[in-house]
């Protein structure tokens, strides 16, 4: 990665416009709990994580249940097949931004197992096609690196409707 800075500057009107882009390369540590997920993505696996006082699984997991705010650490593996809870299609290409050329969609989708939806793209879809309530599966990319975009994109199961 390079570590680039683009400054450009334009009179227009009268006025000086400064336009940059700012290229800051960084490392971070995910932390306890996305590394263990994304190690699971790594292997091809999903895991959510239990909250037992309110007995559901939230995927992606969490270090803390939004509901009751209690520590969580049970681990449990959840499907890679789910349920499009809702989406939304993209028709502006940001090769930046997106993982994908555009026409594409973005959905949540609940998985098997899970009480939470993980946003995810959606490909192999006629997105004139995807509607709520439809079943989706996981395709892993080929070579998992553990990270988020292991899930390559959920695509529609056979038959789905």
């Not at 007995?55 to 939004?66: A, D, G, S």
């Amino acid at each position: 990665m390079q570590n680039e800075t683009v400054f450009e500057v334009e009179e227009r009107g009268g006025l000086l416009l400064h336009q940059g882009v700012i290229r800051v390369p960084y490392t971070w540590a995910a932390g306890a709990v996305a590394s263990k997920f994304y190690v699971g993505l790594r292997n091809r696996k999903i895991y959510g994580i239990r909250c037992r006082m309110c007995n559901i699984v939230l995927v992606p997991p969490k270090k803390t249940c939004h509901q009751c705010f209690s520590d969580l650490s049970e681990w449990v593996e959840v499907s890679d097949e789910g349920t499009l809870q809702t989406f939304t299609v993209v028709h502006y290409s940001e090769p930046e931004l997106h993982p994908m050329k555009a026409p594409f969609a973005y959905g949540i989708i609940k998985l098997d197992g899970a009480d939470t939806g993980m946003t995810h793209l959606v490909g192999e879809a006629d997105l004139k096609a995807l509607r709520e309530g439809m079943r989706l599966k996981a395709v892993f990319e080929e070579k998992p690196k553990g990270n988020y975009l292991d899930i390559k994109y959920f695509k529609p199961m056979k038959g789905a409707r």
